[in-house]
C-alpha cells in the first residue's frame, strides 16, 4: 500500500473512531426495550389481527407464534453483533466490515431509503387525525394541507430529537406507556363485553383451521403478522449509545419482541372471540372492517373505546415515527462513516452527542417522500420492506466474523454456527413472502445503488481493484435478481408457475446455497479498520 495512501486510511480511521466517541453512552436497559418496543408497535396493531383472522382463522394465534419464534432466530444473529461489535447505526456498518464494499453500499442505499417508511407513519398519523380534521384526508389520499401538517410535524419530530439521547429516551418511555396501556384496555374492554366461549373451535365457522394448516403460514405475510413484529432491531442502532451493551443489548431485544408478541396475541385473541356471529356468515374470510377494533367497539356500544382508539391511532404510528427518525439519523451518520454519503454527515455534535447533520439530511428524505407524488403509499411500502434485507446480510456477517481470525465476535449467543444459516434462510423467507406486488419494484431499485458502487468511490481509502470488488459481493447481485425471478414464478402474487409450499422449499434451498456462498466471500477479507469492539 502507498504511503499517502495508508496515512489517508489511517486519518480516516482516527476521525470515524473520534466522531464515535462524541456520542453519549446513557441508554440502559428500559430505554432500549422503550426503544425496540415503540419501533415495533405502530399503526400495524390495529389492523394485523383482522388480516390474520381472514387468512387462516382462529389459527393465526400459531401464526403469531411462529413468527415470534422466527424473529428471534434473527433477533440474535443481530444481538451477537450488537454486543460484540456496539457502533452507532451498527446494522448499517456491519455488512461493509463482513462483505466488502459491493454489499455495504447496496444495504446501505436500501436502508437510506427505507427512510420512506417514516414517512409513511407520518402519512398514517395524517389519515387518521382526518377523522377529526376532514382537510387533512380526503378521497384517499393527503390534501395539501395535509402535506403542509405533516411537513411541518416531520420538522418537530426532528427537534425533538435534536437533544442528548437521554431527552429522546425519557420521552419515548412515555410514549411507550401509552401504546401499552391503550392494547391492554382494549383487550379487557372486548372480552368483558363480547366474549364467545368456544370460538376457537366453532365447527360452525370452520373450526381451528377453517383454511386448513397451511394457511398459518400465508398469515405469516398476508396476514400482516411479519411485518407487525419488525422494527426490533432498533436497539441495536443504538448498541454505541448503551451504557454497558454486553449487558443489556440482549434482554432489551427480547423483552421488547416478547413484550410486542404478548399484546398481539391478547389482541388476536381478544378479535377471534368478540367477532358477533351474523358477522361470520361467509367465515373470517368474509370480515371486512376500516378499522377492526375500533368498528368492533362500536358494535358492543363501547363508545369510549373507540373513541380512545382514534387517539391512538395518531398517537402510535406518531411513536413509531419519533423513534424512526432517531433510526434513520444513525443510519446516515453510519453511511457517512462508510463512505457511500459524504464525511460531512458523520459529525456529532460535541455538547449533547447527537448527530444533527444526519438528522437534516433524514428530514429532507422525509420531506421529499411527503409530496403528493401519484401512487404514493405503495412507494413508501417498497421501501419498507427493503429494510428486510439487513437481517440477511447480518447473518453473513456474523458466520464471517466467526470464521475469521481477531473478527470481534466473544461468542455471547450459544449456538450460532446453526443459527446464522437458519437465520438466513429465515430472513429470505420473509423478503420472499412479501410477495411479487412488492418485491418487483423493491428489488430493482436496492440494485440501483451499483451506481453509487461503481461511481462514488471512497478516496481516503485504499481499496483493492473494481473487479475484485465486485466479485467479492457479486452474491448479493444475484441473490436479488434471482429472488426477483423466484418470486415472479411464485405462489405470493406471483405467477402461480411454482405452487406453495414447493416455491418456499426452493427459495430456502437457494438460501442455503448463496448463504455457503457469502461466507465463503466474506472470510477471504481482511479484518476492516476502525470497527468499534465490545471491549475497546
Known amino acids: ?13 482516527t476521525a470515524v473512531g473520534d466522531e464515535e466517541r462524541r ?18 408497535v405502530g399503526s400495524g396493531w390495529l389492523f394485523a389481527a383482522m388480516y390474520a383472522a381472514q387468512t387462516a382463522g382462529p389459527a393465526a394465534v400459531l401464526s403469531w407464534l411462529a413468527a415470534g419464534v422466527l424473529v428471534a432466530l434473527v433477533a440474535l444473529v443481530m444481538v451477537e453483533l450488537g454486543v460484540s461489535r456496539p457502533e452507532g447505526g451498527g446494522t448499517v456498518r456491519w455488512p461493509l466490515f463482513a462483505s466488502g464494499r459491493l454489499v455495504g453500499t447496496l444495504i446501505g442505499w436500501s436502508t437510506l431509503l427505507s427512510v420512506g417508511g417514516t414517512a409513511a407513519e407520518i402519512s398514517a398519523i395524517m389519515q387518521y387525525a382526518g377523522h377529526y380534521l376532514p382537510g387533512l384526508y380526503e378521497d384517499g389520499g393527503i390534501t395539501t394541507e395535509g402535506v403542509a401538517v405533516a411537513m411541518a410535524l416531520s420538522g418537530l419530530l426532528t427537534l425533538l430529537n435534536w437533544f442528548a439521547v437521554r431527552v429522546f429516551a425519557r420521552f419515548n418511555n412515555l410514549l411507550t406507556v401509552f401504546k401499552i396501556l391503550v392494547p391492554v384496555l382494549t383487550v379487557i374492554a372486548l372480552l368483558a363485553s363480547g366474549f364467545h366461549s368456544g370460538r376457537l373451535t366453532d365447527s360452525a365457522h370452520g373450526g381451528f383451521a377453517p383454511y386448513g394448516y397451511g394457511a398459518v403460514l400465508g398469515a405469516l405475510a398476508g396476514g400482516g403478522i411479519v411485518y407487525s413484529l419488525n422494527g426490533f432491531q432498533a436497539p441495536l442502532d443504538f448498541s ?13 431485544v427480547l423483552a421488547a419482541i416478547g413484550l410486542a408478541l404478548v399484546m398481539y396475541l391478547g389482541l388476536q385473541f381478544a378479535f377471534l372471540t368478540t367477532v358477533p356471529d351474523r358477522l361470520l356468515g361467509d367465515g373470517w374470510s368474509g370480515i371486512d372492517f376500516d378499522s377492526p377494533f375500533g368498528q368492533l367497539a362500536l358494535i358492543l356500544n363501547l363508545h369510549w373505546l373507540s373513541s380512545l382508539l382514534y387517539v391512538d391511532a395518531v398517537a402510535s404510528p406518531g411513536g413509531s415515527a419519533y423513534v424512526g427518525v432517531a433510526i434513520d439519523a444513525r443510519h446516515t451518520f453510519a453511511l457517512a462513516k462508510n463512505g457511500t454519503l459524504p464525511r460531512y454527515f458523520m459529525k456529532v455534535n460535541g455538547s449533547n452527542g447527537i448527530p444533527h447533520r444526519a438528522l437534516l439530511l433524514n428530514l429532507a428524505v422525509i420531506l421529499v417522500f411527503l409530496l403528493p407524488f401519484g401512487d404514493w403509499q405503495q412507494i413508501v411500502s417498497v421501501m419498507g420492506d427493503m429494510y428486510l434485507l439487513i437481517y440477511a446480510a447480518s447473518a453473513v456477517a456474523v458466520a464471517v466474523f466467526r470464521g475469521r481470525r481477531d473478527g470481534g465476535l466473544r461468542g455471547w449467543i450459544p449456538g450460532l454456527s446453526w443459527i446464522a444459516p437458519l437465520s438466513f434462510v429465515v430472513a429470505t423467507e420473509f423478503v420472499y413472502w412479501s410477495g411479487w406486488h ?3 419494484y423493491a428489488l430493482p431499485m436496492v440494485l440501483i445503488g451499483l451506481l453509487l458502487f461503481f461511481f462514488l468511490r471512497p478516496r481516503e481509502r485504499a481499496e483493492p481493484d473494481l473487479a475484485a470488488e465486485f466479485l467479492r459481493g457479486s452474491w448479493l447481485v444475484a441473490y436479488l435478481l434471482v429472488l426477483t425471478l423466484l418470486s415472479w414464478l411464485g405462489s405470493f402474487e406471483g405467477a402461480g408457475k411454482v405452487p406453495a409450499p414447493y416455491d418456499s422449499i426452493i427459495v430456502a434451498v437457494f438460501a442455503v446455497l448463496v448463504f455457503g456462498w457469502a461466507v465463503r466471500s466474506g472470510r477471504r477479507l481482511p479484518v476492516a479498520p476502525g470497527s468499534v469492539d465490545a471491549g475497546s
Open 240 to 252: 454505541g449509545e448503551a451504557r454497558n451493551p454486553r449487558r443489556t443489548m440482549a434482554p432489551s
Open 23 to 40: 456520542l453519549r453512552r446513557d441508554l440502559g436497559f428500559w430505554g432500549l426495550t422503550a426503544i425496540g418496543f415503540s419501533n415495533i
Open 438 to 440: 412488492d418485491l418487483r
Open 1 to 13: 500500500m502507498p504511503r499517502e495512501q495508508r496515512t489517508s486510511t489511517v486519518s480516516t480511521d
